[in-house]
C-alpha cells in the first residue's frame, strides 16, 4: 500500500485525479464485507460529531415488487403517466434565480405539456398553460423573456402578468367576447428553498404537504440562499424513470466511478426514506475522505487527502496531516471553511465536518434531487422529452451560497448538451461534465437492455438498503399510478 501511495502522491500535480482516470485504482474481484457500518453508524464508531439532521433517520420501509420494465419502454403508459402524474404532482419548473425581475418568465416543459412562470412582483410568482387563448400559439418560447405583458408573437393577443386578457386586436371580430374571462388557464404555483414549483391540478394539496420532512432538514441550508453557478440540460436516450434511479443508490459507483472511490466511501453509504401517503422523500448520504470499503486496503487517509484537495482545489495538505481518516476529515473541513470565509465571506467554521464535505443528496417525487450541505450543492431534475419512452432531459445545477453581502453573481447560462454529445465537450461543465458522462454510459445500455430482456423475468432485483430509495419511487409511482402488480 505505501509503495502504491508514495507512487500517485508523486503524480497528484499532474492531474492523475481528474475525474476519468479510471487506471489507477479498481476493486478487488470477489470481495464481500461482514462489517459495513451504514453512514450514522461509521460516525459514531469514529466519535464525529453527527449533526441531528443526519442522525434522525427515515421512518418508511416500502414492500412493493419492483416496477416491471414495460412502464419504461411500451409508449402506450406515457399517456397515463402525463394524466396521474404530471398533470396531479408538484414538479418544480425553475429557479426564482431564473426570473429575477418583475416580468422575466420562462417556459417549463414536461413531456407533451408546457407552462409558463412569471415573476408578477419582488416576491411573486405565477404560472399559466403555455398556450394563446386565440390559437393556441407557445407564449414563452425556449429561451427566458421578459415585459410588462405577455403578448402572442403570432396575432398580438396581450394578456397582464396576472394572465388577465387584456387586449385583443380587431375586437369587433370577435362579437361577444369577454376579456374578462378568457385569460391564460392558471396552474398552481409555489416556492420552497429558491425553488418554483407548479402543480396543474388546481385542487391538490399544497405544496408544503409534497415537501415532507425536506424543510425542516434543510432549515441550516436554505436553499434561496443560493445561486445558480453551472446549468446543464442533457438530452438522454433513456425513459426519464431509469435515468433518475441511477441516482437514487451509491451502488453503481464500483464500476461507474472508480476515479472517486478513494475520496468517497460509497460502500458506508446511508439510505433513509420518508413517506406518509402525501409525500414521498428520500435521503442517501456517502462520507468524503473515508476511501471505499472496495478499495479500503489499497488507499491510505494521507492519500485521500491528497486526492480531495487536489479535486476541490483546496490548499495541498502539509506533510504531518492525513496521517488517520480523521485528521484527514478535519483538515479538509477547516480548509473548506477557510475558502467559503476567504471567498464568500460566509463563515462556516462552526458547521460540522460532515455539512462541509460529505456528499448529502435528497430526493422529492416526482423528479426532484435538492442536496444538503457543501460537499456536493448539487440539483437534479429529470423530465420526459415528448412524446417518447425514450428520450428524457436530466438538468444538473451546481448552486453555490450567495456572498455574505448578499450580491448574486449571474446566474450561469444554460448549457444544452444533445444526445451524442459529451459533458467533458463542454469546459464549462467542469467536474460535473466528466461525471456525468460516466454515468450516461450506462443509462443508455440500460434502456437499451430492458428491451433487450426475457419477458418472463422483466423486472429488476433490487437490494435491501442500497437500492431501498428505488424500490421507494417504485411504491410511490405505482400508488400515483393506481398499479397493483
Not at 122 to 149: I, Q, V, Y
Amino acid at each position: 500500500m505505501n509503495d502504491i501511495s508514495t507512487e500517485i502522491s508523486k503524480e497528484v500535480e499532474n492531474d492523475i485525479t481528474k475525474y476519468g482516470n479510471k487506471k489507477y485504482v479498481r476493486a478487488v474481484f470477489g470481495r464481500q464485507f461482514e462489517d459495513m457500518p451504514q453512514y450514522v453508524d461509521y460516525l459514531a464508531r469514529a466519535g464525529e460529531k453527527i449533526p441531528d439532521t443526519v442522525a434522525e433517520r427515515g421512518t418508511h420501509r416500502p414492500n412493493c415488487r419492483p416496477l416491471p420494465y414495460k412502464y419504461y419502454i411500451d409508449p402506450k403508459y406515457v399517456d397515463e403517466e402525463v394524466e396521474k402524474i404530471w398533470m396531479k404532482c408538484w414538479q418544480v419548473a425553475c429557479r426564482v434565480e431564473d426570473i429575477p425581475n418583475v416580468g422575466d418568465r420562462v417556459a417549463y416543459d414536461v413531456g407533451p405539456l408546457s407552462f409558463l412562470v412569471v415573476r408578477t412582483s419582488e416576491t411573486s410568482f405565477k404560472a399559466f398553460w403555455n398556450s394563446c387563448r386565440h390559437r393556441a400559439r407557445r407564449l414563452c418560447g425556449d429561451t427566458p423573456e421578459s415585459g410588462d405583458m405577455i403578448q402572442c408573437p403570432f396575432h398580438a393577443w396581450s394578456y397582464g402578468l396576472d394572465g388577465k386578457l387584456i387586449w385583443v386586436p380587431r375586437e369587433e371580430e370577435f362579437p361577444g367576447i369577454q376579456l374578462e374571462k378568457v385569460g391564460l388557464r392558471p396552474v398552481q404555483c409555489d416556492t420552497w428553498g429558491g425553488n418554483v414549483f407548479i402543480n396543474p391540478d388546481l385542487n391538490a394539496p399544497p405544496l408544503s404537504e409534497a415537501l415532507g420532512v425536506m424543510p425542516r432538514h434543510f432549515r441550516d441550508c436554505p436553499q434561496e440562499n443560493r445561486y445558480t453557478a453551472i446549468r446543464i440540460k442533457k438530452k438522454v436516450k433513456i425513459n426519464w424513470k431509469s435515468g433518475l434511479e441511477a441516482f437514487l443508490e451509491g451502488y453503481h459507483v464500483l464500476t461507474t466511478h472508480p476515479s472517486g472511490m478513494p475520496i468517497f466511501g460509497s460502500t458506508y453509504t446511508q439510505t433513509d426514506c420518508w413517506d406518509d401517503g402525501k409525500s414521498a422523500v428520500s435521503r442517501l448520504i456517502t462520507p468524503a475522505l473515508v476511501p471505499d470499503g472496495w478499495v479500503q486496503n489499497e488507499v491510505s487517509p494521507r492519500l485521500s487527502l491528497e486526492l480531495f484537495c487536489n479535486t476541490y482545489g483546496l490548499p495541498f495538505p502539509p506533510p504531518e496531516r492525513g496521517t488517520t481518516v480523521a485528521d484527514a476529515r478535519e483538515y479538509a473541513a477547516q480548509k473548506t471553511a477557510e475558502k467559503y470565509l476567504q471567498t464568500l465571506g460566509i463563515d462556516f467554521r462552526d458547521r460540522s465536518i460532515s455539512y462541509l464535505v460529505d456528499m448529502h443528496q435528497w430526493f422529492m417525487f416526482p423528479a426532484f434531487f435538492p442536496w444538503w450541505g457543501e460537499g456536493l450543492p448539487w440539483w437534479y431534475n429529470f423530465t420526459p422529452l415528448g412524446n417518447s419512452p425514450d428520450e428524457c432531459v436530466m438538468e444538473i445545477r451546481l448552486l453555490q451560497p450567495l456572498p455574505a453581502d448578499g450580491s448574486a453573481p449571474p446566474t450561469a447560462k444554460t448549457v444544452w448538451i444533445d444526445f451524442n454529445e459529451k459533458g467533458r465537450d463542454y469546459p464549462e461543465t467542469g467536474q460535473v461534465g466528466y461525471i456525468m458522462d460516466e454515468d450516461m454510459e450506462n443509462m443508455e445500455e440500460v434502456h437499451r437492455g430492458m428491451k433487450a430482456t426475457d419477458p418472463r423475468v422483466a423486472r429488476p432485483l433490487l437490494a435491501t438498503e442500497q437500492e431501498i430509495r428505488i424500490r421507494h419511487f417504485h411504491e410511490a409511482y405505482m400508488r400515483a399510478m393506481g398499479i397493483s402488480d
